[in-house]
């Protein structure tokens, strides 16, 4: 059987191409297809495969300006010739389904995200843009989303990376959709015996996306040692505002992170991730997660097992759910929250994608 999977760019290793890696195991002898390939930045394990890319390579920077060349991708997409495809895995974060795949084939879509910029984020990633460049940015959008829910019908399966994508995909798509967690490499993240457990952790970027000023609100009122790890847009705010309970750290090795997450009294999570994969290593680690209950965290917090989750984004909201954890700290057992953690894992995920490929015939 000829494979091709579609992912949507590779400039860079994170949680989608984690899962490409994974789809790479099960499909060894794959293609892959991408709009935008940057060799060095990618792991020997993918670089192995036969991997083409669109015509948006052939564009001036294409690596580093590829989202600007988001309104040409439908078509850089709908020129890929895929007939000698048997089964096409489309993995979508930006465009990637769009592809038109040969009538014999099957083409099975993975979403980590419908577009979060073209759906329901659009005001955030654009609401406070120069209305100059708000106007045509509109416009592109819309065409964007016609085009979106119309490539849909192209996809025999979706596959959902957590219940929160799921109803997504039915919202956007009005299509119905199998939940299989991304695989999160929980092998390098483990317990340690005595944790000092002498601070809260706050780790992501540094955006408003990440909600990261209510984390700092809410500690310079409950005067708690907080260690934020990040950067971004917000970076000189966070400084500006937070008190000498709050500290920010810019750069930190994979080594100090892992660290973090072993010392840490909790995590605490203020955004909304389509999954979120921090949650999962910072449990791995034994430790609880204090979170937002909306989005991935849902599918990956167990509220009063391995962690809090609270109900509104307000910094009362998150010090009522330290207060609560506080109050009931012994019952968060470390390994109990690894244990959970191993259900998330690489090798869960490829027993899970070959059920699903195995109930469908494939």
Not at 2 to 23: D, F, S, T
Not at 57 to 78: G, I, S
Not at 92 to 118: D, L
Not at 203 to 213: A, D, F, I, Q, V
Request: proline letters at 6%; one cysteine or more; charged letters at 20%.
């Amino acid at each position: 059987m000829n494979v091709a999977i579609i992912h949507y760019w590779l400039v860079g290793m994170r949680g989608g191409e984690k899962v490409l890696e994974a789809l790479c195991e099960i499909y060894p002898d794959a293609d892959i297809y991408t709009h935008v390939y940057a060799p060095q930045n990618i792991s020997a394990q993918l670089n192995q495969h036969k991997i083409q890319t669109s015509f948006i390579q052939k564009l001036p920077k294409a690596t580093t300006w590829y989202p600007y060349y988001l309104p040409l991708m439908p078509m850089a997409l709908e020129s890929l010739d895929l007939s000698q495809y048997d089964l096409i895995i489309s993995s979508e974060s930006g465009p990637a389904k769009g592809i038109i795949p040969p009538p014999t084939a099957q083409h099975v879509c993975y979403v980590h995200s419908p577009m979060r910029y073209v759906w329901d984020m659009f005001h955030t990633y654009f609401g406070k843009s120069h209305w100059l460049k708000r106007i045509p940015i509109t416009i592109m959008m819309h065409y964007l989303r016609l085009w979106d829910s119309n490539s849909a019908l192209r996809t025999d399966h979706f596959i959902a990376n957590s219940s929160f994508v799921a109803q997504r995909i039915t919202k956007y798509y009005r299509r119905d959709s199998q939940v299989i967690h991304p695989p999160v490499d929980i092998k390098n993240f483990y317990p340690i015996e005595k944790p000092s457990v002498d601070y809260y952790l706050w780790l992501g970027e540094l955006n408003h996306y990440k909600n990261p000023l209510e984390a700092v609100s809410a500690f310079n009122h409950n005067g708690k040692k907080l260690i934020m790890v990040g950067e971004g847009k917000l970076q000189a705010t966070i400084n500006e505002q937070a008190k000498g309970n709050i500290s920010l750290k810019s750069k930190v090795s994979q080594q100090e992170i892992v660290a973090l997450f072993q010392n840490c009294r909790a995590l605490i999570y203020t955004g909304v991730e389509d999954f979120g994969i921090i949650p999962v290593e910072v449990m791995a680690c034994g430790r609880p997660v204090i979170a937002y209950q909306r989005g991935g965290v849902t599918d990956s917090v167990q509220h009063g097992i391995t962690g809090i989750l609270y109900s509104q984004q307000s910094p009362q909201c998150l010090n009522e759910a330290i207060d609560e954890f506080e109050k009931n700290i012994t019952t968060f057992n470390a390994g109990r929250i690894r244990k959970h953690s191993e259900s998330f894992s690489k090798a869960r995920f490829i027993q899970q994608f070959k059920q699903f490929m195995s109930a469908i015939s494939l």
